[in-house]
């Protein structure tokens, strides 16, 4: 089964790259998020992970988001160029790459936490910080 990612992210031209690789990956994109409000359509659909930007186009929405999506069991892994920003805002999150991400460090992050989500013992990227 391929997994569902949704895609937390206000910069279409970033997004869709991301989208790309992901699918070029076989992985099933179920959707670009720029901002709280159209997150919230989402909370409850069958999703296995997210990658989350911290800032969106209303504004710092990022760390609630990855909150509310893991508190519905989803795997969140944030995608941001200011990673410092999360200190203290990772509830449930299984981590954090910093943007610009290459092809191959999006596909190692996210063969990361599909493995730690499913329970599998993995080896996270040499340029992810995993959190506990």
């Known amino acids: 089964m391929t997994a569902k990612i949704l895609i937390v992210e206000d910069e279409m031209l970033v997004a869709v790259d991301l989208e790309w690789t992901l699918t070029d990956l076989g992985y099933e994109c179920v ?3 720029p901002d709280l409000e159209t997150a919230r359509g989402y909370l409850g659909a069958p999703i296995d992970l997210a990658l989350v930007d911290l800032n969106l186009r209303d504004g710092f929405t990022g760390p609630e988001i990855g909150a509310q999506l893991s508190a ?3 795997a969140v892994l944030f995608v ?3 990673p410092a920003l999360l200190e203290g ?3 449930g999150a299984i981590g954090v790459i910093t943007k610009p991400a290459d092809e191959k460090l ?3 992050a996210v063969e990361y936490a599909l493995g730690a989500r ?3 013992r993995v080896t996270p990227p ?4 995993v959190f506990n």
């Open 106 to 108: 999006v596909e190692a």
């Open 72 to 74: 519905q069991g989803v």
């Open 31 to 33: 959707g670009i998020v």
């Open 126 to 129: 040499a340029l992810m910080r």
């Open 80 to 82: 941001t160029a200011n």
């Open 118 to 120: 499913s329970g599998r």
């Open 89 to 91: 805002r990772v509830a």
